[in-house]
């Protein structure tokens, strides 16, 4: 037996977990182990991460080319696909321009692939319709901190968890989410510091926490509002930091001047003791750091939400230290590194504005002639495919048929396309759309690098050969590059791509895979002055100067219940399964853990509905319809239900409303209203995919 043992990185979430790839290559064999002493999970892995191996294991996997015709595909050569490809792009790019192109990246892809998707949008369709799935992620995070501190990225290191008094974790459920992330805080917990968790829902942090505020679904920022009321009323700010480091202290002081904490309790459902409480305790920690997740980013106030975090940490003087900052959780594997490369429509990569001529003269210098407008966001592109403007997608990574909300919506849109190129591991509900699937290699059979959730660029390595005729992400888009007679992606191997996207990341300039390694990743930036990165951002100073306090209002959330939608329902994540599932759920132990869909209710309210635990239900909302199985709690309160989006059978995105943030076009993911009632007479819940062949009967 010839066993290898490769360093790599966990291919699921953002806290970048150091695994070990135990490889058996004559059988084509993969196994799992921690990483010893890896700076972020430090020999361990949650069950994601142990389980990888199926994940990428052959089973289910797409390993050649496929073609649609008619209802069915068709196994085809590269040269074929590329070709047919390459020609119906040409076509549509001349009949309707290149506007009506475009391409979703991929947050579970590395780096190189990242930068490659987003050079071939703009140098070889010629359009910035380039964008990813940080659109319904942190999106938020990244316009509301870069207007705020100058940068959306976490602030601090995960390891300062515990290097604080007070950890603040608000609208996150890190154990179950950011898992070793969330051990850390449990340990740091047990430590001695103190927790506040604010969540509608009463998570597993929330039951350990010194302070739980169950605020109302959506009303963040009058909470947030009400503690810095109750900061500056009693003196609590830090004034030299304000003096020093920050502006618009008085228009915030100013704001937020009538916004007591009895005056918000019927709107947020926290008492006003509670809020001071939590404000007093905030302020007046020594070091304390904010944690933030979707509770904040997915409202239609998504973008405020964030600012109020920022000026609640600025207030305090909770930044550029160790233990303190505002540390938004990055979700994906490697969704840091795809907003880093410029997967989005308004940046190059590095945060270079598209609209801005001298990014726009620098990449020209660098890549040629580029298309110099802002592009379409990727719910933009689903608007515009149904309206006909947009006809050509080139999507890689991502399964926005049960990722983004309002599937119905999702699918008609896709289905309108001219043209859907999917690059997939296996056949998701979205490849099942595809005109061609391209079949794509997983992140243990390619090298690159992911940049995790505190900014750490780490290597991800080549442990198996390509499963049948999977390429790599840059690699294919670099064969379309060259069928559709450009040279503009032309690199042999990986380590060309990561050297020429840090020679134009300005906060990536002095990494090389060869550093990397020598220093366990590096965090960025790490330029000429900071060789080896940086642990804590804004310790001097902000990359806008002085920090800027904006002023935020309260707005409700888009949709109100009534007597036909009478309860709420929020959206969340479970432990033990992954996005759409795709990877997760070819794991018997992890899709053992959990049925495949539910609803969990409050057993008051599944008593007025007559609903009791493990019913069949059905969940009906202005959108959609799913039947699944109730699972009673009391760790949703009454009028609020919830359900994960991980299950294809039951998504909870036939339900979810597409009500935007104005900054971000970030949708309501958390909030929409909904009536839930038992299946009667009882039979199993059916499957979305059946319901939907019922309902055209
Ligand atoms: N197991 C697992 N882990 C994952 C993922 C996965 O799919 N499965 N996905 C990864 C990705 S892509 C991401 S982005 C992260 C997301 O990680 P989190 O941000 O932790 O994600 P969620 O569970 O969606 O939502 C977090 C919390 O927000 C609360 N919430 C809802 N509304 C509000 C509100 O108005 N205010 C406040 N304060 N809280 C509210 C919910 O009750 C929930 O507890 O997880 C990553 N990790
Ligand atoms: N209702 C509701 N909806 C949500 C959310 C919510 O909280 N509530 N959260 C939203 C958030 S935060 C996010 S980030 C999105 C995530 O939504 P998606 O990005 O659509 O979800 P994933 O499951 O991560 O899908 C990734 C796909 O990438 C494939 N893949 C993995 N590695 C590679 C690779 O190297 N190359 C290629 N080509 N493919 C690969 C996997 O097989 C998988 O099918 O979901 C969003 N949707
Ligand atoms: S916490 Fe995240 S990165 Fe770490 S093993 Fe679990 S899924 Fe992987
Ligand atoms: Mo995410």
């Known amino acids: 037996m010839s066993e290898q043992m490769i360093n790599s990185i966990c291919p699921f979430c953002g806290v970048g977990c150091g695994i070990c790839l135990k490889v058996d290559k004559t059988q084509r064999r993969l196994s799992v182990e921690p990483m010893a002493n890896h700076p972020v999970s430090k020999s361990k892995l949650c069950e994601k991460g142990w389980s990888t191996a199926y994940g990428v294991s052959e089973i289910d996997r797409i390993t050649t080319p496929l073609k649609r015709v008619n209802k069915n595909f068709y196994p085809i050569s590269w040269q074929e696909a ?27 892809a590395s780096n190189e692939d990242n930068y490659a998707a987003q050079k071939f949008a703009r140098t070889v369709l010629k359009t910035n319709n380039i964008d990813h799935c940080a659109r319904i992620c942190h999106s938020p995070t990244v316009a509301g901190l870069k207007q705020t501190l100058g940068s959306g990225a976490m602030t601090n290191s995960a390891k300062d968890i515990f290097a604080t008094e007070l950890i603040l974790i608000i609208g996150a459920d890190p154990t179950e989410n950011h898992s070793v992330i ?34 109302k679904l959506g009303t963040n920022i009058a909470l947030i509002n009400a503690m810095l009321h109750t900061i500056i009323k009693e003196n609590w700010h830090n004034s030299a930091f304000i003096r020093e480091r920050c502006s618009g202290f008085e228009q915030l002081a100013q704001q937020v001047k009538d916004i007591a904490p009895e005056s918000v309790a019927d709107i947020t459902g926290v008492s006003g003791e509670q809020i001071k409480a939590a404000a007093k305790a905030y302020s007046q920690a020594k070091r304390a750091m904010i944690c933030y997740g979707m509770g904040i980013t997915q409202y239609v106030s998504g973008t405020n939400n964030v600012m109020a975090l920022s000026n609640l940490a600025l207030v305090c003087g ?86 983004d909300p309002d599937q119905n919506h999702v699918k008609s849109a896709l289905q309108k396309l001219d043209l859907l190129v999917v690059a997939e591991l296996s056949l998701t ?54 069928a559709m007679g450009s040279t503009k992606l032309n690199w042999q191997n990986s380590e060309q791509v990561f050297d020429e996207l840090a020679s134009l990341t300005p906060a990536y300039q002095a990494m090389t895979y060869v550093k990397i390694d020598q220093y366990q990743g590096l965090q960025w930036p790490c330029t000429a002055q900071s060789p080896l990165g940086t642990e804590i951002l804004h310790t001097k100073t902000f990359p806008i100067g002085k920090a800027k306090l904006i002023p935020v209002n309260y707005v409700e959330i888009d949709e109100d ?131 939907q062949v019922d309902a055209l009967r």
């Open 561 to 691: 219940i009534d007597k036909s939608y009478p309860l709420q329902l929020t959206t969340n994540r479970l432990h033990f399964h992954y996005g759409c599932g795709s990877m997760t759920r070819k794991s018997p132990l992890l899709e053992r853990e959990t049925p495949p869909g539910i609803l969990f209710i409050n057993p008051k309210d599944a008593r007025r509905y007559n609903i009791h635990q493990q019913a069949a239900v059905g969940i009906k909302s202005r959108r959609g319809y799913v039947e699944t199985r109730a699972m009673l709690t009391e760790d949703v309160p009454e009028g609020l239900v919830s359900m994960p989006y991980h299950f294809k059978e039951a998504p909870s995105n036939q339900l979810t409303n597409t009500a935007q943030d104005p900054v971000t076009k970030m949708p309501e993911l958390k909030a929409c209203a909904v009536s839930v009632f038992p299946l009667l007479p009882p039979r199993e819940p059916k499957p979305v995919s059946q319901l």
């Open 182 to 215: 969330g051990g850390h805080i449990m340990q740091a917990r047990l430590d001695g510091a103190q927790l506040i968790v604010i969540d509608p829902r009463v998570t597993r942090l929330a039951k350990l926490s010194s302070m739980h505020l169950q605020l």
């Open 82 to 108: 590329l070709t047919d490809i390459a020609a119906e792009l040409k076509d549509i790019s001349a009949e309707s321009g290149p506007k009506a192109l475009g391409v979703i990246s991929s947050a579970r």
């Open 429 to 482: 509900e979205t490849a099942k759309l595809a005109d061609y699937i391209l079949p794509a290699a997983s992140f243990a059979e390619k090298d690159g690098t992911f940049t995790n959730c505190e900014r750490r660029v780490q290597r991800v390595r080549k442990a198996l050969p390509e499963l049948g005729e999977c390429k790599g992400d840059w690699q294919w888009l670099q064969a379309l590059a060259q």
């Open 318 to 403: 909770h930044i550029g230290k160790p233990g303190t900052g505002v540390n938004p959780l990055r979700g994906q594997n490697n969704v840091q590194g795809a907003c880093d490369m410029g997967c989005l429509p308004n940046v190059y990569n590095g945060y270079q504005p598209v609209a801005d001529p001298q990014s726009q003269e620098k990449f020209t210098r660098a890549w040629g002639e580029v298309a110099r407008e802002p592009g379409l966001t990727s719910l933009g592109m689903t608007k515009a495919a149904l309206s006909g403007d947009f006809r050509a997608l080139i999507l890689f990574g991502e399964d926005p048929v049960v990722t």
